[in-house]
């Protein structure tokens, strides 16, 4: 009976974590210094028991906030998904910026 009670509180614990972060995660709205930055803002507060670094490469561009939004949600689930799932000593983000291949009509 204790095990099952203690298996709740984690589990509890666990979805109210989830559940402020998501919060947060909605109402960032600093991209001020493009997703970059907030990728950047990100890393550390995902790095309790696992170091995460962040790193870019090209030329930032201006995202909509929507899609920046959206983006940091995606980066988010998929450290809080390397770290659950894959017990891994460090986890690396990079966001890479590159010109468009193939646009054009034609």
Do not use: K, W
């Amino acid at each position: 009976m204790m095990e099952c009670l203690d298996n709740a509180r984690v589990y509890l614990r666990l979805t109210l974590d989830e559940a402020r972060q998501a919060l947060s995660d909605l109402r960032h709205n600093s991209f001020d210094n493009g997703l970059a930055g907030a990728l950047l803002e990100l890393s550390p507060t995902m790095a309790r028991d696992v170091p995460v670094t962040f790193g870019t490469e090209g030329s930032q561009i201006q995202l909509p906030d929507a899609i920046s939004r959206t983006l940091l949600l995606v980066a988010r689930e998929a450290i809080r998904n390397a770290i659950a799932h894959g017990s891994p000593a460090e986890v690396n983000l990079s966001l890479s910026f590159a010109a468009r291949r193939g646009a054009g009509c034609g």
